[in-house]
Structure formats: structure tokens, C-alpha cells
């Protein structure tokens, strides 16, 4: 791997040397981690711990083997010889703490150098309580073992150092390897995102040249003959209906004047009190005039004349009544309403047959002008949630990448810059 031979030592003097892919950035993490000078700083400690603790065990050896001058008083010397013996074990004890770890890994030199720590405590708060009496019988000999703990404690120091500087060092190549996976996700995710809003623009302008190539379709269409026609036969419809509205208008006209007459002749016909022929005609006639039979109407207005007498209408009403079905009878006027009525009905009928006829290929054009304009809707508010997506996807990619270059400038202790052109293609 030539790219991390140039990252690690050669080429300093190429800018390009501290570039890499996205994808060989979990490699050089790889790589770091097994040409970081770690081990190396901690062979160097560890030798000097078990030098330290062979010095140790050899000041404690003495301490063990001194002699007690022979004029100390008796109760002094008991006391410092006793103190002696539990010195030299708490002594002991720490000295065989201090052997390094067969694993050189994180987790295993912290182990050893918190167990080393806790012990030196302990040693320090045994050796403080026994020091004075020990100290009045062999002064230069806790004088050798208090250098030799000072000197242990410093390197206990550096090696905490050491462990602090690989913590960060393994923390920030957890945080890249994490960033650096999130990063791959999100601009694969842009790489589709922006692949198919690019489809989508393409479909979209597609559909708008085809709305308004439809659109002139339609004009052409309305200009021509059979267009022409269609609206023509829509304007013959409107007039037919306007007509039969206003003959609808007349026939209820005809019959208004008849309204009270019908409403008590059908009240006493269903009472019984006379039996009527036409019961069903004068319904019609009241509700529904348009309904009524031609061949219906005569019979029906002789047999409403010959029981107007018996409706209980007053005189002037029964008068009017009488001269208005005389009217309606001689003219034939509800008849021929009527007959103007079903005219109208088949001229429209026949109408809309033809407007149907004529407009299909019309009714085609529309139908796609709407299904067009339906699908830009939906293209567009597809469009613009892409477009927000991707403003947001995007975002959080230069971010990420920001943040990996940022960490892995750190692990590197120089300037580091990532390319992730490559991942984009």
C-alpha cells in the first residue's frame, strides 16, 4: 500500500501524500494503529518498572538483612523490627504487582498500571505508618527503597500518559471508522436520491412537452370540421333545452289554474265520497305534468268538468275553473304543449347522441390533457420532497466528512484531507 507508506513517512514533501479514498480509511486506521509508537514507549516503561522492581526487591532484601545498631533502646528497636517485617511484605507484595502484562494491549496495560497504582497507595499509606520506627534503626536503607518508590511512581506517571494519549488515539479511530461508515451510507444515499430526481426532471419535462403538443392537438381539433360541429350541435342542444324549459314552464301555466279543482277532486276520490276513472291522470296533472299521456288529457278534463259542481269550489272560482278547462278542451293547448314537450325530449336525445358521436376523439384529448396535468402535479411534489431530502442528506454528508477529516488530522498529527469523488461515481 503505497498510499500509507507515503502517509506514515515518505514523500512529506507531496501535498497529495495525506489525501485518501473513503474507503481505505478503516486500512489506515489499521495501519496507524500497528505503526504508532506505543508499543515501542511501552517496552521502554515496562523495562524500566522491571528494572525498578528488581531494584526494589534488592532494597528490601537489604532492609531485611541490616542489622539493628545494638545500643537502640529495647522498646524502639522491638517496635522497629516489627515494622521492619511489614514493611518488607507490603513491599513484596507491590514489587510482584509491577511484573508487565504478557498482552500489550489497551485494556490489559491499563489493568496493570491502575492494579500497579493501587498498590503503590497502599504501600505508601503502610510504609508512611512504619516508616519513623524503621527509618531510627536503618535510615539509609528506607532512605535506597523511598528513591526507588519515588522513581516507580514517575514512571507509573508516563505510563498513565502513554495509556491517555492510546485512549484518545483508539476513541477518535472508533469515531472515524463510525463517520467514516456513515459517510458511505450518505452519499450512497445522495448518488440514488440525486439519480432518480434527475430521472424525474427528465419524465417531468417529457410529460410538459406532451401536454402541450395535446394541447395544440385540442386547438387544432376545435378549428377543424368535426370540431366545429361538436360545438355547434352543443349550442343546438342548449337552445332544445332552453326550449323544452320554457315549454315546462307552459305546461305548469296550463295546469296552475286547475291546481285547486285537482287537489279536491283527488281528496274526495280517495275518501270514496265519488269514483273517479282518472285518479292516476289527476296526480300526474298536479305533480308531474310532463308524465302525462296526450291520449289521457281529454278524459281527464271531461271527467274534472263533469264533477266540478260537486268540489265545493265558490262561484267565481267554479266559473273561472269551468272556463279554463272549456279553453283547455277546445284549444287542445295541454296536448299540444306536450307534443312540443316529446319533440324537444327526442330532438335532445337525438342531440346528445350526436355530440357523443362527434366528441370522442375530442373527450381522447381531454383525457389526456387531465391525466398530464395530474401527472406534473405529482412529479412536481415529488420533486421538490427530493430536492428538501437531498438539501438535508447533503448536509449532514459535509458534516460527517468534515468531522472525519477533523479526527483523523488529529491521529495523524498533520493536516489530512479526504477524497470522495470516487464514491460518487
Known amino acids: 500500500m503505497k498510499w500509507l507508506k507515503n502517509i506514515f513517512g515518505g514523500n512529506k514533501g507531496k501535498d497529495e501524500s495525506s489525501c485518501m479514498k473513503l474507503a481505505d480509511v478503516d486500512s489506515w486506521l489499521v495501519e496507524f494503529e500497528k505503526d504508532s509508537d506505543f508499543l515501542k514507549r511501552l517496552d521502554e516503561i515496562y523495562g524500566q518498572i522491571e528494572a525498578s522492581a528488581e531494584s526494589l526487591s534488592n532494597e528490601v532484601s537489604d532492609l531485611e538483612k541490616a542489622e539493628a545498631d545494638k545500643s537502640t533502646p529495647p522498646k524502639l528497636l522491638r517496635a522497629g523490627l516489627a515494622a521492619r517485617g511489614e514493611v518488607a511484605k507490603q513491599l ?18 491499563f489493568q496493570h498500571q491502575w492494579t500497579a497504582l493501587k498498590g503503590l497507595e497502599r504501600t505508601a499509606t ?26 516507580i511512581s514517575r514512571v507509573l506517571v508516563d505510563l498513565e500518559a502513554e495509556i491517555g ?14 463517520l467514516a461508515d456513515r459517510l458511505g451510507e450518505e452519499l450512497c444515499k445522495i448518488d440514488e436520491l440525486k439519480k ?24 387544432r381539433h376545435a378549428q377543424s370540421d368535426v370540431g366545429k360541429r361538436t360545438e355547434e350541435l352543443k349550442r343546438s342542444l342548449e337552445r332544445a333545452k332552453l326550449e323544452r324549459s320554457q315549454v315546462e314552464d307552459e305546461l305548469a301555466g296550463l295546469i296552475a289554474p286547475l291546481n285547486k279543482a285537482l287537489a279536491r277532486i283527488m281528496k274526495q276520490g280517495s275518501s270514496d265520497r265519488i269514483s273517479l276513472q282518472n285518479e292516476s291522470v289527476f296526480l300526474q296533472l298536479l305533480k308531474s305534468p310532463r308524465e302525462v299521456q296526450d291520449k289521457d288529457i281529454a278524459g281527464s278534463l271531461q271527467e274534472l268538468r263533469c ?6 269550489l265558490k262561484d267565481k272560482k267554479k266559473e273561472k275553473t269551468l272556463d279554463h278547462i272549456d279553453l283547455l278542451i277546445k284549444c287542445r293547448s295541454l296536448e299540444k304543449a306536450r307534443a312540443r314537450q316529446v319533440d324537444l325530449d327526442n330532438e335532445i336525445s ?29 412529479l412536481e411534489t415529488t420533486l421538490a420532497k427530493s430536492r428538501k431530502d437531498l438539501d438535508i442528506l447533503e448536509e449532514k454528508a459535509t458534516a460527517d466528512e468534515k468531522e472525519l477529516v477533523e479526527r483523523m488530522s488529529r491521529i495523524a498529527g498533520k493536516p489530512m484531507k479526504l477524497d470522495v469523488s470516487l464514491e460518487r461515481e
Open 196 to 219: 432518480n430526481t434527475h430521472q424525474d426532471e427528465t419524465a417531468l419535462e417529457e410529460i410538459r412537452d406532451q401536454l402541450v403538443a395535446h394541447e395544440d392537438e385540442a386547438k
Open 92 to 109: 513484596s507484595s507491590f514489587s510482584s504487582k509491577l511484573a508487565p502484562p504478557k498482552k500489550r494491549d489497551l485494556d490489559s496495560t
Open 350 to 378: 337525438e342531440i346528445d347522441g350526436q355530440i357523443e358521436e362527434s366528441s370522442r376523439e375530442g373527450q381522447r384529448i381531454k383525457e389526456e390533457i387531465s391525466q398530464k396535468k395530474k401527472r406534473i402535479k405529482n
Open 165 to 178: 494519549k492510546k485512549r484518545k488515539t483508539a476513541e477518535e479511530s472508533w469515531f472515524c471508522r463510525e
Open 307 to 312: 264533477h266540478l259542481a260537486t268540489l265545493g
Open 126 to 151: 503502610t510504609f508512611a505508618r512504619a516508616q519513623r520506627f524503621v527509618a531510627a534503626l536503618f535510615p539509609k536503607n528506607i532512605e535506597h527503597i523511598n528513591s526507588e518508590l519515588a522513581g
